[in-house]
């Protein structure tokens, strides 16, 4: 108890700032890799080092071991930025994202008016099992990805969103990329994602629009070729069975609202509200799809 008082009366508000920093920074990277594959990983990490930490102090007399916990924690420390560079890098174009006050922003009309054209074409494309993956680029860029397929810079309208996934053309197979109000590139291949989730039913439209959503702030717009379900991608999460009302109404909230970034699988902010106004239902899909390989 003396220790502790002892303690309390050499606090100053530079150590209680220096306290609350250090306690933030653990708590920020806690967050970071919550709900991602990293606290498994982590976890193990810590008792590991524990172990040896506990073995390493009891078992002064064992050279080798002790020689051996010394030359691992060195390597164990140019380990951790490999083990995780996905939570790292995300960590990184969080902070990027931070400076979007300074960034160049679109017209509401013109984002509006492109919400309206890729409803309107969705929803057309669900009645014909038209399978589509539409991707609007927000404040991360996706210039990457672009490359990867067949520039266009045109204007969105509905009627070349149906041109571009009718079947059996050159450029249906693939996602869009929409900038503002234009079409950028078609044919675009998107990384996969959707690991933590056990769905067998979703296709490769769906886990390329998890995967790109997972990555950045894009929002993806999936229909399904088999069930003609509309579904849309943001943060890691899907929400399925949408009409084309909710679905527009989702599009305005996601390109208005600067939801708080969460570890997939986790409701932020932005998200509650959508729930609450009945928005955000379930992110199951209302339909079983049958075949991954017709989304």
Known sequence: MADLFFILSRLNWISIIDILLVALVFYWI??????TQAVQLLRGILILS??????????NTLTAF??????????????????????????????GRTGGLLASARPA????AAIQAVTHAAVTLSQLRHGALIVFERETGLESYIESGVRLEANVSADL?????????????????????????????LPLGGE????????????????????????AIVVSEETGIISIAHNGQLIRGLDKKRLEQLLL???????????????GPGHTILKRLGLLKSTKPAVQAQSQSKQ
Do not use: C
């Open 109 to 112: 009309a013109q984002v509006e």
């Open 30 to 35: 806690l967050t970071l890799i919550q709900g």
């Open 161 to 189: 969103l149906l041109t571009l996934f009718y079947p059996n053309t050159v450029l249906h197979d693939g996602g869009v990329i929409i900038r503002g109000d234009k079409i950028v590139a078609a044919a675009v291949v």
């Open 253 to 267: 909230v996601f390109h208005k609202t600067q939801l708080a970034p969460t570890a997939p699988g986790r409701l």
């Open 50 to 59: 524990v172990l040896a930490i506990i073995a390493a102090s009891a078992l």
């Open 196 to 219: 933590m989730t056990n769905d067998r039913s979703l296709g490769t439209r769906h886990r390329a629009a998890l995967g790109i959503s997972e990555g950045t702030d894009a929002i």
């Open 66 to 95: 002790s020689w051996l916990i010394n030359k691992a924690l060195p390597a164990l420390l140019v380990a951790i930025p490999v083990i995780f560079q996905p939570e790292l890098r995300r960590a990184l174009e969080r902070v």
